[in-house]
């Protein structure tokens, strides 16, 4: 039986098409008490030992904030 290359790789090519969309991250809003706010590309993780909110922000930068310096928590998809 002879291979067909391009009609693997288009249907590889709609799989991922039609996949993709499902795994696309939700962001998050955070506010501070103090005005400050983030938008977010994970869901900030409590670190119960420490007590402190961890997150990164859409701009890709680590983030650590006191929980009782966190106003609000919010999804925004």
């Excluded at 002879?2 to 098409?17: E, F, N, W, Y």
Aim: aromatic fraction near 6%; include cysteine; hydrophobic fraction near 35%.
């Amino acid at each position: 039986m002879p291979h067909h290359p391009r009609l693997c790789l288009a249907l590889v090519a709609g799989l991922v098409g039609i996949l993709l969309p499902s795994c696309q991250s939700h962001q998050y809003r955070v506010a501070a008490t103090d005005g400050r706010h983030w938008v977010c590309e994970t869901k900030p993780e409590l670190q119960s030992k420490t007590g402190y909110y961890r997150f990164r922000t859409a701009q890709g930068r680590d983030t650590v904030i006191k929980a009782d310096e966190i106003q609000s928590i919010e999804g925004l998809n």
